[in-house]
C-alpha cells in the first residue's frame, strides 16, 4: 500500500485567511483525492486531484473556496480559502489506482478556524 | 450515483463476542466494497474489501460476505476485543466513473467492552 503523509498536521487560522495542505504519496498514483470529516461523521468527498488538468468538484464543493492543484503522480495541494468557522474540520487526502479502487488515507489536517 | 446505506450507527458487545455491521448499496454495477476503521484521532485505514466474483473473504478474525443480488454486504468481526473498537464505514466503488471514487456509509461506532 501507498504511504501518504500531510502537512500541517493541524492548524488555528483566522478567519477570512487561506490554508493550503499538502499530500505527498511514496510512489506514483493514479488518484489523489480529498475528503472532509467533520467530528463524528462520514468521510465528505471534496474533489478528485486530476494530474494535469483540473480537478473534479462534488456537488457543493467549488473551486474558488477550495482550488486544488496536482502536479504531478505523487503530490497535491488543497486550498482552503476565505476561511470561516464553518470550514473547522479534517481534511484527508487519500491516493490509489484506478483499477482495483483501493484507496489509502493520509493522517489528514485538522483545521480550526477562529 | 450510488447511495451506501449502513447500520447500526452504534453497537456495543461484550469481549469475546461477534459483532456484525451491515451495508446496502443502490447501484448493480458497483463492483468494489472495502471496510475502513478508524481509531479515535487517526485516519481510516482499509482492513478488508471483497469484489463483486467473490461472496465471502476472510482475513483471520475478520470477514466480509456480499449478497449481490440483494445489493448488501457485511463485515463480521469474530472473537471482539477491546482494540476493535473504533468507527467502521463500508464503501462503494462506482463504477459509472473513471474516477475511481467511493461512496462511503455514515460509519457503525463500535464499542467493545472487557
Known amino acids: 500500500s501507498a504511504v501518504i503523509s500531510q502537512k500541517p498536521s493541524r492548524d488555528i487560522c483566522q478567519r477570512g485567511t487561506s490554508l493550503t495542505i499538502q499530500c505527498q504519496v511514496d510512489s506514483q498514483v493514479t488518484m489523489m483525492f480529498w475528503y472532509r470529516q467533520q467530528p463524528g461523521q462520514s468521510l465528505t468527498l471534496i474533489a478528485t486531484?486530476?494530474?494535469?488538468?483540473?480537478?473534479?468538484?462534488e456537488s457543493g464543493f467549488v473551486i474558488d473556496k477550495f482550488p486544488i492543484s496536482r502536479p504531478n503522480l505523487t503530490f497535491s495541494t488543497l486550498t482552503v480559502s476565505n476561511m470561516s468557522p464553518e470550514d473547522s474540520s479534517i481534511y484527508l487526502c487519500?491516493?490509489?489506482?484506478?483499477?482495483?479502487?483501493?484507496?489509502?488515507f493520509g493522517p489528514g489536517t485538522r483545521l480550526t478556524v477562529l | 450515483g450510488e447511495n451506501v446505506e449502513q447500520h447500526p450507527s452504534t453497537l456495543s458487545v461484550q469481549e469475546g463476542d461477534s459483532a456484525v455491521i451491515k451495508c446496502t448499496y443502490s447501484?448493480?454495477?458497483?463492483?468494489?466494497f472495502p471496510w475502513y476503521k478508524q481509531e479515535l484521532g487517526k485516519r481510516p485505514q482499509l482492513i478488508i474489501d471483497?469484489?463483486?466474483?467473490?461472496g465471502e473473504k476472510k482475513d483471520q478474525r475478520i470477514a466480509v460476505t456480499l449478497n449481490k443480488t440483494a445489493k448488501h454486504f457485511s463485515l463480521h468481526i469474530t472473537e471482539t476485543q477491546p482494540e476493535d473498537s473504533a468507527v467502521y464505514f463500508c464503501?462503494?466503488?462506482?463504477?459509472?466513473?473513471?474516477?475511481?471514487?467511493?461512496?462511503f456509509g455514515r460509519g457503525t461506532q463500535l464499542t467493545v467492552w472487557p
Open positions: 487519500s491516493a490509489g489506482t484506478s483499477g482495483p479502487n483501493e484507496q489509502f
Open positions: 471483497i469484489r463483486s466474483n467473490v
Open positions: 464503501a462503494a466503488n462506482d463504477r459509472g466513473s473513471t474516477l475511481g471514487r467511493l461512496y
Open positions: 486531484a486530476n494530474q494535469g488538468s483540473e480537478a473534479t468538484y
Open positions: 447501484d448493480s454495477a458497483s463492483n468494489y
